[in-house]
Nanobody, 130 residues
Framework: QGQLVESGGGLVQAGDSLRLSCAAS????????MGWFRQAPGKEREEREF???????????YYADAVKGRFTISRANVKNTVYLQMNDLKPEDTAVYYC????????????????????WGQGTQVTVSS
């Protein structure tokens, strides 16, 4: 059926960096765009915020304005893994970070819509102190 597992979160200070990983098992997601979302404290699942996405080939990437220039999404299809490099972290980046797979294969670009992703992982906590 397929499963996504996020890792790499932690407690850091403002200005620090973290690299999140999203490892797939049970099936390959190399034909699907992958996205990162985050859920801030007190927010519901439906309020998860889009962070970044990368298309199936890695040739198209899209970022939320809040993270543009600080975060970089990448993928290694041979490893069935997607990464999110987060630099210059800010307290407002504090959230549980989730990765998910697009529901449509071979999409040329990416989507920011929560409902167009499935196979959600369990998330990894990122906490940024000021």
């Amino acid at each position: 059926q397929g499963q996504l597992v996020e890792s790499g979160g932690g407690l850091v200070q403002a200005g620090d960096s973290l690299r999140l990983s999203c490892a797939a098992s049970g099936r390959t997601f190399s034909n699907y765009a992958m996205g990162w979302f985050r859920q801030a404290p007190g927010k519901e699942r439906e309020e998860r915020e889009f962070v970044a996405a990368i298309n199936w080939s890695g040739g198209y990437r899209y970022y939320a304005d809040a993270v543009k220039g600080r975060f970089t999404i990448s993928r290694a299809n041979v490893k069935n893994t997607v990464y999110l490099q987060m630099n210059d972290l800010k307290p407002e980046d504090t959230a549980v970070y989730y990765c998910a797979a697009d529901i449509i294969p071979f999409r040329a670009t990416t989507t920011t819509q929560l409902r167009e992703y499935n196979f959600w992982g369990q998330g990894t906590q990122v906490t940024v102190s000021s």
